[in-house]
């Protein structure tokens, strides 16, 4: 008899493996849990066996199922005694009678009646399924009410939504999903130098931009703040543009725009010289590249040794001769000259001199390069060479840089009496070089700049079939002369002498621009296009589509065609009438005609009354002769019935005059040849 008070029952000590068979019976367990009716754990194991037979009962006692209990026993498993998750849920005699069959190291309890709801699981998912956040899960009690949240994902943007995004928590777990497309939005902008005065507008410093399905915008849906940029006054400013949640910056740097010249070119002073000469330029170039014509005034003064000379009457300064001459359309050429017979002595110094210039109005202001003070040298020699650039493999040898030379009398030198040092050069390397001229104590330098030569000619292969047209420029990619500058395919030397285009083979074509010669192969195929069809034939009323004449197809390279890529034309077939029909099949040029012949069906005649009553007479009249055809016989044969050597000889005469008869026919074709 069991305990009434008994809540907690371990019998995990009991090993009834070890028990024989035989014994199961004397060892049953008659009302082993009777009275139990407390008892709301049982802990089992694997060596433990619940024996009962029919007529024997366990007794456990059935749970009553109310507000917190189910009624059924429900094995623990990896949760607890409040919150059991094991498969088994049993009443008490289903586990008395289950057990046995699955024995487990497990405890029993009363399965409890849960309000915890199932999960809901919320995901945030891009157009192809991916997950691009992670999951939020949420929990609660049945009957609790819940919100989703749509998630900001950097490079996506929300799409739609899957499932309920508020709703209330149930047993049945539940599912919201977020999806999420790609952000294709962009936007692009440059920064950019402009000038005071000139004109600039906020699209001039943007690039591109698209929306977040990756089409183009136009610049209207862009938003700009451009408010604190003063192009009238230097300074760096930011214009900021937007579109979206995207922003960029753009740096407008204003510079100030002047009229640049050139300073004056002074040619070398000389002692004993009396006169001062140079060259000015035309036009100076405003920073924006803007050309202006230079004016230059009557007035000019200079400062030599610390004395001011000048060409008007000025207070203390001395007077000198000046006169300006247009040289070409880019530079003038002046002339001071000493007054009173004054020359120049070797160590005198200019200090400097000035040719005002004047600027059409409304110019920009003219920036000043004063000229450098020039100390007049002693009488010498003169040695004039110039800087140049060659390219790496070019020929050069040092006479090439090499001007003029004048001994100190003033009398031209040759090249020849030149002491030249160009040890350093190196055609082969990229590199700048100097190169020494010397005469009578005086050396000048050159400088030669060997460049990388970046000559290229890019072309590729081809496939062409016989028959295609084709040119040499559709082989062409790009060239590039020793600069690096793009060459146009007009410039380039083609040899195509050897490719036929109607013969099946593989060609050279050769490119050629400034010595680099590139080959490009061709090669041209036969051409494998081939449409097969059939003749049929039809008729009237039947049912007929195109494919059905259709036996296969194939295009240039051979390779298989399948009837949909094909065109055809059966517009003239009509399989209501009679006739014969032209249906085409056109692929890549090849076209192939099959014919339809449309037939009239037979038509079947039925005899008239008259004509099956005539049929029937006739029938009659042969059986009649059949009839008497047949009496007669029966009756001959009663008359007349031959002997068996009669037979034999009827037999023997029949071929003796069928072999008379083919001999006869022998003989008569021979005359016949004779004759």
Same mark, same amino acid.
């Given at each position: 008899m069991g305990d009434s008070s008994l809540e907690e029952l371990d019998l995990t000590g009991f090993d009834m493996t070890k028990l024989p068979s035989s014994s199961y019976n004397k060892y049953v367990m008659t009302l082993f849990f009777q009275n139990t009716n407390s008892l709301k754990s049982l802990k089992l194991s694997d060596k433990f066996r619940i024996w009962g037979t029919d007529d024997t009962n366990v007794e456990l006692p059935e749970i009553l199922p109310n507000n917190e209990y189910s009624g059924k026993w429900e094995n623990i498993g990896s @949760?607890?005694?409040?919150?059991? %998750?094991?498969?088994?849920?049993?009443?008490? #005699?289903?586990?008395?009678?289950?057990?046995? /069959?699955?024995?487990? %190291?497990?405890?029993?309890?009363?399965?409890?009646?849960? %309000?915890?709801?199932?999960?809901?699981? +919320?995901?945030?998912?891009?157009?192809?399924g991916n997950k691009i956040s992670a999951d939020v899960v949420k929990?609660?009690?049945?009957?609790?009410?819940?919100?989703?949240?749509?998630?900001?994902?950097?490079?996506?943007v929300f799409?739609?939504?899957?499932?309920? +995004?508020?709703?209330? /928590?149930?047993?049945?777990?539940? *599912?919201?999903?977020?999806?999420?497309? +790609?952000?294709?939005?962009?936007?692009?902008?440059?920064?950019s130098t402009i000038y005071t005065g000139d004109k600039w507008k906020p699209q001039d410093n943007f690039v591109s931009a698209t929306d977040v399905d990756g089409n183009d915008l136009d610049f209207s849906q862009v938003t700009v703040d451009a408010s604190n940029i003063d192009t009238n006054k230097e300074g760096t400013y930011e214009v900021i543009y937007?579109? @979206?949640? /995207?922003?960029?910056?753009?740096?407008?740097?204003?510079?100030?725009?002047?009229? %640049?010249?050139?300073?004056?070119n002074i040619n070398p002073i000389t002692s004993q010289d009396v006169v001062i000469t140079g060259i000015l330029p035309a036009y100076g170039e405003t920073n924006t590249g803007q050309k202006i014509e230079l004016s230059y005034s009557s007035a000019a003064m200079f400062s030599l040794n610390n004395k001011v000379y000048n060409q008007n009457t000025v207070s203390g300064n001395q007077m000198f001769n000046y006169s300006i001459t247009r040289l070409n359309k880019d530079?003038?050429?002046?002339?001071?000259?000493?007054?009173?017979?004054?020359?120049?002595?070797?160590?005198?110094?200019?200090?400097?001199?000035?040719?005002?210039?004047?600027?059409?109005?409304?110019?920009?202001?003219?920036?000043?390069?004063?000229?450098?003070?020039?100390?007049? @040298?002693?009488?010498?020699?003169?040695?004039?060479?110039?800087?140049?650039? =060659?390219?790496? @493999?070019?020929?050069?040898?040092?006479?090439?840089?090499?001007?003029?030379?004048?001994? #100190?009398?003033?009398?031209?030198?040759?090249?020849?009496?030149?002491?030249?040092?160009?040890?350093?050069?190196?055609?082969?390397?990229?590199? +700048?070089?100097?190169?020494?001229?010397?005469?009578?104590?005086v050396t000048s330098n050159a400088k030669v700049t060997v460049k990388d030569r970046q000559t290229a000619v890019n072309v590729h292969d081809s496939t062409l079939y016989?028959?295609?047209?084709?040119?040499?420029?559709?082989?062409?990619?790009?060239?590039?002369?020793?600069?690096?500058?793009?060459?146009?395919?007009s410039q380039l030397t083609v040899d195509d002498s050897k490719l036929d285009p109607n013969t099946p083979g593989i060609y050279d074509v050769t490119y050629t621009y400034d010595g680099v010669a590139s080959t490009a192969k061709v090669s041209v195929k036969n051409r494998q296009t081939a449409i097969n069809v059939h003749d049929s034939s039809i008729y009237v009323g039947d049912n007929w589509k195109a494919e059905e004449n259709f036996d296969s197809a194939f295009d240039k390279d051979g390779h298989k065609v399948d009837f949909s890529q094909l065109t055809v034309d059966d517009s003239k077939v009509h399989t209501s009438k009679a006739g014969v029909y032209d249906v085409?099949?056109?692929?890549?040029?090849?076209?192939?005609?099959?014919? =339809?012949?449309?037939?009239?069906?037979?038509?079947?005649?039925?005899?008239?009354?008259?004509?099956?009553?005539?049929?029937?007479?006739?029938?009659?009249?042969?059986?009649?002769?059949?009839?008497?055809? *047949?009496?007669?016989?029966?009756?001959?044969?009663?008359?007349?019935?031959?002997?068996?050597?009669?037979?034999?000889?009827?037999?023997?005469?029949?071929?003796i005059g069928g072999l008379a008869i083919l001999l006869i026919s022998v003989l008569m074709a021979k005359k016949q040849v004779k004759k």
């Amino acid at each position: 008899m069991g305990d009434s008070s008994l809540e907690e029952l371990d019998l995990t000590g009991f090993d009834m493996t070890k028990l024989p068979s035989s014994s199961y019976n004397k060892y049953v367990m008659t009302l082993f849990f009777q009275n139990t009716n407390s008892l709301k754990s049982l802990k089992l194991s694997d060596k433990f066996r619940i024996w009962g037979t029919d007529d024997t009962n366990v007794e456990l006692p059935e749970i009553l199922p109310n507000n917190e209990y189910s009624g059924k026993w429900e094995n623990i498993g990896s @949760g607890t005694n409040e919150n059991p %998750n094991g498969k088994d849920v049993w009443t008490s #005699k289903e586990l008395t009678q289950n057990f046995n /069959l699955n024995p487990k %190291n497990d405890t029993y309890v009363w399965q409890p009646i849960s %309000n915890k709801a199932a999960d809901l699981t +919320v995901k945030y998912l891009d157009t192809n399924g991916n997950k691009i956040s992670a999951d939020v899960v949420k929990s609660g009690d049945i009957g609790d009410t819940y919100t989703t949240e749509q998630k900001s994902i950097a490079g996506y943007v929300f799409k739609n939504v899957q499932g309920n +995004v508020t709703g209330t /928590l149930t047993d049945q777990a539940q *599912t919201v999903t977020y999806i999420y497309k +790609v952000d294709q939005s962009t936007l692009n902008v440059k920064d950019s130098t402009i000038y005071t005065g000139d004109k600039w507008k906020p699209q001039d410093n943007f690039v591109s931009a698209t929306d977040v399905d990756g089409n183009d915008l136009d610049f209207s849906q862009v938003t700009v703040d451009a408010s604190n940029i003063d192009t009238n006054k230097e300074g760096t400013y930011e214009v900021i543009y937007s579109y @979206g949640g /995207l922003t960029q910056k753009a740096k407008i740097t204003v510079k100030l725009n002047q009229t %640049n010249v050139e300073s004056a070119n002074i040619n070398p002073i000389t002692s004993q010289d009396v006169v001062i000469t140079g060259i000015l330029p035309a036009y100076g170039e405003t920073n924006t590249g803007q050309k202006i014509e230079l004016s230059y005034s009557s007035a000019a003064m200079f400062s030599l040794n610390n004395k001011v000379y000048n060409q008007n009457t000025v207070s203390g300064n001395q007077m000198f001769n000046y006169s300006i001459t247009r040289l070409n359309k880019d530079y003038y050429t002046f002339t001071f000259t000493l007054p009173n017979g004054e020359v120049f002595a070797s160590g005198d110094k200019l200090d400097w001199f000035i040719i005002p210039a004047t600027l059409p109005t409304g110019s920009p202001q003219l920036s000043q390069k004063l000229s450098t003070e020039i100390i007049v @040298g002693e009488l010498k020699a003169v040695v004039n060479v110039h800087d140049s650039s =060659i390219y790496v @493999g070019d020929t050069w040898k040092a006479e090439d840089n090499f001007d003029s030379a004048l001994d #100190k009398d003033g009398n031209k030198v040759g090249f020849s009496q030149m002491t030249v040092d160009d040890s350093k050069v190196d055609i082969t390397t990229a590199g +700048v070089y100097d190169v020494t001229y010397t005469f009578d104590g005086v050396t000048s330098n050159a400088k030669v700049t060997v460049k990388d030569r970046q000559t290229a000619v890019n072309v590729h292969d081809s496939t062409l079939y016989v028959g295609d047209t084709w040119k040499a420029e559709e082989n062409f990619d790009s060239a590039f002369d020793k600069d690096g500058h793009k060459v146009d395919f007009s410039q380039l030397t083609v040899d195509d002498s050897k490719l036929d285009p109607n013969t099946p083979g593989i060609y050279d074509v050769t490119y050629t621009y400034d010595g680099v010669a590139s080959t490009a192969k061709v090669s041209v195929k036969n051409r494998q296009t081939a449409i097969n069809v059939h003749d049929s034939s039809i008729y009237v009323g039947d049912n007929w589509k195109a494919e059905e004449n259709f036996d296969s197809a194939f295009d240039k390279d051979g390779h298989k065609v399948d009837f949909s890529q094909l065109t055809v034309d059966d517009s003239k077939v009509h399989t209501s009438k009679a006739g014969v029909y032209d249906v085409s099949y056109t692929y890549d040029g090849v076209t192939s005609i099959a014919k =339809i012949t449309v037939k009239d069906k037979e038509s079947t005649i039925l005899p008239s009354e008259d004509d099956k009553n005539k049929e029937k007479s006739s029938e009659k009249n042969i059986e009649k002769i059949n009839t008497k055809k *047949t009496t007669s016989e029966g009756s001959m044969s009663e008359n007349k019935l031959p002997e068996t050597g009669e037979a034999r000889l009827v037999v023997v005469a029949t071929m003796i005059g069928g072999l008379a008869i083919l001999l006869i026919s022998v003989l008569m074709a021979k005359k016949q040849v004779k004759k």
